[in-house]
């Protein structure tokens, strides 16, 4: 998968997971695109790791599973590090 085509899934999978998560998140759609690229990456190491499906095609179901799951589990943790943070400075 070319780095454009990695762009693009990593914005959308960052997007449904904003969407799906619920809560109020911040950033804009360069920290969706940042969010869904982390968790692409995140989801196709561990989909390869523990079930042998990664990120390899654009248009696979799997791929799009992988991506947008890494992007919930970055989503939750950056979460936990800026509700510590902001209720330490409260």
């Known amino acids: 998968m070319g780095f454009i085509a990695y ?4 914005l959308i999978a ?11 998140q911040g950033g804009g759609w360069i920290a969706t695109l940042i969010l869904g ?3 692409a990456l995140l989801g196709g190491w561990i989909g390869s790791a523990v079930f042998g499906a990664g990120v390899s ?12 799951g890494g992007s919930l589990i970055v989503l939750v943790v950056w979460g936990l590090i800026t509700g510590r943070s902001r209720a330490a400075k409260a």
């Open 14 to 24: 960052g997007a449904i997971a904003k969407l799906i998560l619920p809560g109020r």
């Open 7 to 10: 762009l693009v899934l990593g």
């Open 37 to 39: 690229v982390i968790g």
């Open 57 to 68: 095609s654009f248009f696979d179901i799997s791929t799009w599973l992988c991506a947008i």
